[in-house]
């Protein structure tokens, strides 16, 4: 709907992507794929909304490994030139033909339909990510031989200036001055209940609704020590469970 705000702060970039790809170390050992980040950049500070970051390599690096076999490689490159840095994830896979190519950011449309290939939502959701961080994204693919695809992140964060419902979080490796707040006085420090310990009987129900079995279970997991989580597949199973 148009309303998607930013969250914009100065992080790393490295961390953060080794980070992501810890989450799919166990799928690339159970599959043999050679995943690996290659780089000579031992950091690479930018201002960017890490959500969103993170959910458009995250569903990049999801959609390589689904359509990419077993022991071939999967490689995140990230390279930096002037005021602008690349990240690319590039896979062995299946590949696109030119046709899927221009159609492949359209939102929820299906990458691929071949026998034995789970069915994908498609990275149409990408697309509305990059544009809203003003990144730029290239892909290049061959069938049978695989793609890649390549966001170009600019450094600075003048390029949300003209965005809307923005906020700035500072923190210790900001460009600017983080304010100090002063601590409160003793006597102005509210004094707070101690409250019984939450049982799995008292923990708020959740209900995760989605197609991909590895995100779903991620979304689950990650869920899981604050709520008591229920994970399906579709709406027909999620009124099931509801009713």
């Not at 998607?4 to 790809?21: A, F, Q, S």
């Not at 071939?72 to 046709?99: H, P, W, Y």
Request: overall charge negative; aromatic content about 6%; glycine content about 4%.
């Amino acid at each position: 709907n148009k309303k998607m705000g930013l969250t914009i702060e100065y992080r790393d970039i490295i961390i953060m992507l080794h980070n992501i790809m810890d989450n799919f170390r166990l799928l690339a050992t159970e599959k043999n794929i050679n995943f690996s980040l290659q780089t000579t950049l031992p950091s690479v500070f930018l201002w960017i909304d890490s959500d969103k970051f993170e959910k458009i390599i995250f569903n990049l690096l999801s959609n390589a490994f689904k359509y990419t076999p077993d022991n071939k490689s999967i490689t995140l490159i990230v390279m930096e030139s002037g005021q602008f840095v690349s990240i690319a994830v590039k896979d062995e896979g299946i590949g696109r033909s030119k046709v899927k190519v221009r159609s492949i950011f359209v939102l929820f449309t299906t990458v691929s339909k071949e026998k034995d290939m789970q069915p994908s939502s498609g990275i149409g959701l990408v697309n509305e990510l990059v544009k809203k961080l003003h990144v730029e994204i290239q892909v290049e693919s061959e069938v049978k031989k695989g793609s890649v695809f390549k966001l170009v992140l600019h450094k600075g964060k003048e390029i949300y200036a003209q965005d809307k419902n923005v906020e700035y979080i500072l923190n210790d490796t900001s460009e600017e001055q983080e304010t100090v707040l002063a601590e409160p006085e003793q006597n102005d420090k509210i004094s707070l209940p101690d409250m019984p310990p939450a049982t799995k009987e008292t923990l708020v129900k959740v209900m995760v609704v989605e197609d991909n079995a590895e995100l779903r279970q991620f979304i689950c997991d990650i869920l899981s020590g604050t709520y008591r989580v229920v994970g399906v597949a579709d709406g027909v199973m999620a009124m099931d469970k509801i009713d």
